[in-house]
């Protein structure tokens, strides 16, 4: 059953990823009219919302973009940051949404920054228990299933509040990149909702998985059946 488990979760983790890097491999390939540049339009989205203390950085790796809170820096894969397609400036557009976030203080975003640490120590926890239940015996296993059960629920509710975090930030990037005039209405727009929309599907996949592995843990303890 577990066995089960672990494939049904990959499968669905790896479908949410490559349901993602086809979208955007294809729509690097859909130009804009505007000519902005990933980073260009990012600089100009953080200007309007008046954030100026936010660095745009570039980095190699690809779909490896995301904002850093701690150290207020945009980072962008050299291909967005250079890029002029539909999908370099959604990405862009969709970071500088996490720093526009931070700025107004958006609760979701501040739970899942608090929230990080203690999402590490789960991440340790579902790895080194099941090993130290297995080839050590020092564990119960009422006791090894009551902190997998604690751990999988810290990770599936980080999982969660990443879900409004992710799909507002998409929800801005697409109002900003029409209201700015990055983009036109047309293939161009929806080449930006099916990128991002295919995004969102990864968090989603996150959250069905990190839900499963918790329930798989808990209802052993409330029914009374306890595995090995």
Same mark, same amino acid.
């Given at each position: 059953?577990?066995?089960?488990?672990?494939?049904?979760?990959?499968?669905?983790?790896?479908? +949410?990823?490559?349901?993602?890097?086809?979208?955007?491999?294809?729509?690097?390939?859909?130009?804009?009219? &505007?000519?902005?540049? *990933?980073?260009?339009?990012?600089?100009?989205?953080?200007?309007?919302?008046?954030? /100026?203390?936010?660095?745009?950085?570039?980095?190699?790796? #690809?779909?490896?973009?995301?904002?850093?809170?701690? /150290?207020?820096?945009?980072?962008? &894969?050299?291909?967005?940051?250079?890029?002029? &397609?539909?999908?370099?400036?959604?990405?862009?557009?969709?970071?500088? *949404?996490?720093?526009?976030? /931070?700025?107004?203080?958006?609760?979701?975003?501040?739970?899942?920054?608090?929230?990080? *640490?203690?999402?590490?120590?789960? &991440?340790?926890?579902?790895?080194?228990?099941?090993?130290?239940?297995?080839?050590?015996?020092?564990?119960?296993?009422?006791?090894?299933?009551?902190?997998?059960?604690? +751990?999988?629920?810290?990770?599936?509710?980080?999982?969660?509040?990443? #879900?409004?975090?992710?799909?507002?930030?998409?929800?801005?990037?697409?109002?900003?990149?029409?209201?700015?005039?990055?983009?036109?209405? *047309?293939?161009?727009?929806?080449?930006?909702?099916?990128?991002?929309?295919?995004?969102?599907? $990864?968090?989603?996949?996150?959250?069905?998985?990190?839900?499963?592995?918790?329930?798989?843990?808990?209802?052993?303890?409330? $029914?009374?059946?306890?595995?090995?």
């Amino acid at each position: 059953m577990i066995l089960t488990l672990f494939l049904l979760t990959l499968a669905i983790g790896l479908l +949410a990823q490559w349901h993602v890097k086809r979208a955007y491999a294809r729509h690097s390939r859909t130009p804009v009219q &505007s000519g902005y540049t *990933g980073a260009e339009a990012a600089q100009a989205i953080l200007r309007e919302a008046g954030i /100026h203390n936010v660095t745009i950085v570039e980095h190699e790796e #690809l779909l490896g973009d995301h904002y850093d809170p701690k /150290h207020k820096r945009l980072v962008l &894969s050299s291909a967005n940051y250079h890029g002029t &397609s539909a999908a370099a400036l959604d990405v862009a557009a969709h970071e500088c *949404g996490h720093a526009i976030q /931070h700025k107004q203080a958006y609760a979701p975003l501040e739970i899942r920054m608090a929230a990080v *640490g203690v999402t590490s120590f789960a &991440s340790q926890l579902v790895l080194w228990i099941p090993l130290l239940g297995a080839f050590t015996g020092l564990l119960a296993p009422k006791t090894s299933l009551l902190v997998l059960a604690v +751990a999988w629920g810290v990770l599936m509710l980080f999982n969660l509040v990443t #879900l409004p975090v992710e799909f507002d930030a998409s929800r801005r990037a697409k109002l900003v990149l029409g209201k700015m005039g990055f983009i036109q209405h *047309g293939p161009e727009s929806a080449a930006v909702n099916q990128v991002l929309n295919a995004a969102g599907w $990864t968090y989603v996949a996150a959250f069905i998985s990190t839900l499963i592995y918790f329930l798989w843990h808990l209802l052993p303890l409330l $029914t009374g059946r306890h595995r090995n």
